[in-house]
């Protein structure tokens, strides 16, 4: 069906459209565990999906959806069956085609789109244009066997709704497109974003309706609709609650929402604005009718639902007030700064480590770095480390802090915990992967690229508000640095990658060790001209080294470290002499450093505080 004729077919409507209910809540209850792929059924099993599209257009439904929630790439590999996406999903157009054709009322059919089940960028390591690759596969396979419209739906990330509704548009552009969107209990999605900001996104996306489905119950996503209509009333809505909050008895998941119930939010849904209705998880072919009788009965003249809610208006968050930290002031008046490096104690005992920053602090140092887990080896914690040295030594820290092995709900409380504690500088890095450390089995997982993670921190902490929107008392004050490799075997990724952290709000940039400033300046020139300049200071990374092994280590095993041929002749020819010789290049590193950045990042090696408390004087000497 072209969009024009949809929408003039939805207008002429005196009540709203009928959708229909849950199919996997069906289909477990007939025995399919939910473990299964339900997307595989439409060829293994397809009476049995037959079967639930016809009772539901039996109980009213004037629109059903395809069985293909899960019928992706990505979601279709968790089977085995990533070569399937074509034929899974034309079959379960030609299924629902043969419900609509026996049933006397006839329906429209859906193409039902699903999310990927896998995060994108920022976020995860999926990049939007595999993301709407993987949805047009879809939907080509869906438009080919002839649905009426796309429903895309579920979805808890903005970005893959933009991805999807434009592979959809690219496929075909006339085909009408509902993109719908999941929330939690607070209203918000996983991802933050408040049904205002929803309803607007996915206006200006140009879907020809919005969606609210799945969520909490009725009462929720009414609550939810209002909001919506309120900020964007001339967009045209979907709505398709759960059954109310799901319960798990035994082996089975309850749904607590009784047909009748549903009937009269289904005329709430009309009274406010819906133009379609229906069902998602726990609703049943029941509470499908129970909505459609009460629609087809219901004057809305007459229909006073006694149901309202009370829209609260929350100030966007303002910047932290707390004044700017050293860094922050330093590097913004133009200052060459200096940070060392130093790595938490594998035991108890702090007072090496402390006297080693005593030392740094005397030679003129800004700036310490801690590190976390480096070499993903255990330590103490680094934030107990930044308080201690900032208690006791009286020199300001910036925090490393790696999203590996950390998930979301552990890396907003160890921010929340940084920042009361004082440590309100932090360097935010992928992390090294635990496969190299001391605990090869360690949880390795992360739910934000470090992209993503300095979006929530600049966009979201110290605005006032986490990763959901939800309010965190007052803003944060973060200083956010951002890694960058000058040697990168890939520099347009590596300058791709930079763009994202940027655009997240990154304030400032430390570097992989640099042994080729001439090499180092040139790349920094490459990035200014690709981002059309670059507005945050760059700290280079100065790694002294301690010998010809050391230089050799380094060189061949750690990626993003090269070292030039005539640096490592030079340390060999050092002999016993060749950690003079790496002080001495260190230092004409960091004065070279001077002409194209705003400081350096000492990464003294083996504890060697000496040596860079060294190379520090010499640096505040000018040589």
């Not at 798990?248 to 119930?261: K, S």
């Not at 005593?358 to 480390?385: C, Q």
Request: charged fraction near 20%; hydrophobic fraction near 45%; aromatic fraction near 6%.
């Amino acid at each position: 069906m072209k969009r024009e004729a949809f929408l003039t077919w939805l207008a002429s409507q005196d009540r709203p459209v009928v959708a229909d209910g849950a199919m996997g809540t069906l289909l477990n209850q007939r025995g399919v565990k939910f473990e299964e792929c339900f997307d595989l059924l439409n060829l293994q099993k397809p009476n049995l999906v037959m079967d639930i599209h016809r009772e539901y257009l039996d109980a009213g439904a004037q629109i059903i959806l395809t069985n293909t929630f899960g019928a992706n790439r990505f979601k279709l590999m968790q089977h085995g069956l990533e070569d399937q996406v074509r034929v899974l999903n034309q079959m379960a157009v030609e299924v629902a085609r043969q419900a609509v054709a026996a049933s006397p009322n006839g329906a429209l059919v859906a193409g039902d789109v699903g999310p990927l089940g896998v995060r994108l960028a920022p976020f995860g390591r999926v990049q939007p244009e595999q993301a709407r690759a993987a949805f047009r596969e879809q939907i080509e396979a869906l438009v080919a066997k002839g649905v009426d419209l796309l429903v895309i739906e579920t979805m808890a990330d903005l970005y893959e709704v933009r991805e999807a509704v434009l592979a959809a548009r690219e496929v075909d552009p006339d085909l009408p497109v509902v993109a719908s969107v999941t929330f939690t209990r607070d209203d918000r999605t996983l991802l933050g974003d408040d049904p205002v900001r929803v309803a607007r996104s996915i206006f200006e996306m140009g879907a020809d309706l919005i969606g609210i489905n799945c969520s909490g119950g009725p009462n929720q996503l009414l609550r939810i609709l209002k909001q919506m209509r309120a900020a964007v009333p001339e967009g045209r809505y979907w709505v398709k609650p759960n059954a109310g909050w799901p319960e798990r008895m035994g082996d089975r998941i309850m749904y607590p929402a009784a047909p009748d119930y549903f009937g009269d939010y289904a005329v709430a849904f009309w009274k406010a604005g819906a133009l379609v209705v229906g069902g998602c998880c726990g609703t049943t072919p029941e509470h499908i009718a129970a909505m459609h009788r009460k629609l087809q009965d219901t004057d809305l003249a007459q229909y006073e639902n006694g149901l309202s809610i009370t829209l609260v208006e929350r100030e966007e968050g303002i910047a932290g007030t707390q004044q700017p930290t050293a860094l922050a002031q330093r590097l913004a008046e133009g200052r060459f700064v200096i940070a060392a490096e130093v790595d938490p104690p594998r035991g108890l005992s702090t007072q090496k480590l402390l006297a080693g920053v005593h030392l740094l602090k005397e030679a003129g140092v800004d700036v310490i770095n801690v590190a976390d887990s480096p070499m993903a080896r255990m330590r103490m914690s680094p934030w107990a480390v930044c308080r201690l040295i900032q208690e006791e030594v009286g020199v300001e820290t910036v925090l490393h802090f790696p999203t590996r092995g950390r998930n979301l709900l552990r890396v907003q409380g160890d921010l929340l915990a940084a920042h009361a504690l004082g440590v309100r500088n932090v360097f935010v890095v992928m992390g090294d992967p635990t496969a190299i450390g001391d605990y090869p089995n360690a949880m390795d997982n992360y739910d934000l690229v470090p992209s993503g993670l300095i979006k929530l921190i600049k966009q979201g902490f110290n605005t006032g508000v986490d990763h959901a929107g939800m309010d965190i008392g007052q803003p944060t004050s973060f200083f956010v640095g951002c890694a960058l490799n000058l040697n990168s075997p890939d520099p347009e990724n590596e300058i791709k990658n930079l763009r994202r952290k940027l655009r997240a709000g990154a304030d400032f940039v430390m570097t992989q060790p640099v042994f080729d400033p001439v090499t180092a300046r040139a790349f920094l020139d490459r990035v200014h001209e690709a981002l059309g300049g670059l507005n945050v200071p760059v700290l280079v990374g100065i790694l002294p080294l301690v010998s010809e092994r050391h230089a050799a280590f380094l060189h061949h095993e750690v990626p993003g470290i090269t070292i030039p041929p005539a640096v490592r002749q030079r340390i060999a020819a050092g002999g016993e002499k060749a950690a003079r010789v790496g002080i001495e290049i260190a230092i004409e590193l960091a004065l070279a450093a001077k002409s194209f950045a705003q400081g350096i990042y000492l990464m003294p090696a083996f504890s060697r505080y000496d040596y860079a408390a060294e190379i520090i004087e010499n640096v505040r000497k000018g040589g």
